[in-house]
């Protein structure tokens, strides 16, 4: 059976994220000075053959520890859909 | 009144994703084999000042279409929580 995992990787909430603040920068360019902070982070569509969703959140995890997130600097987030 | 917008930015699924492909050789590389597609994007963490949910996902969708997602490669999805 496939499963989809959604897997967001976001930098840490105590760390600058200076491409956030360049988002922000240019968004108050453009005159949305409504908003008031940005940070930009990954989102990862994984489909993976699995039997159970416990199994396919296994390997998600996996996956994100392994490869897609940075722990020192990057927190990960999966959903199973 | 303060909003978080969750806005996905994610390339077309008509259009190839390189960057998926790279990260799934990664993974099958490292033996995670059962992942059998993946797709990168992006996820952007929006703080919005509105005065309603309506006016917040107005300006988030402003925001994506005017700067943070590229309409003829990727498109976007807004969540306001």
Redesign the interface.
Known sequence: M?FSAQI???PLKDLLDPQ?KA?LG??HN?G?S?????????????????TSKEEALQ?AS??SQ???ANQVMEFFEISIV
Chains 1, 2 share one sequence.
């Open positions: 496939i967001k990787v976001m956030g988002v240019g968004l453009l949305l409504s908003a008031i902070d940005v940070r930009v982070g990954k989102h990862i569509e994984l489909q993976i053959e699995a390997i996996e996956a392994k490869l897609l």
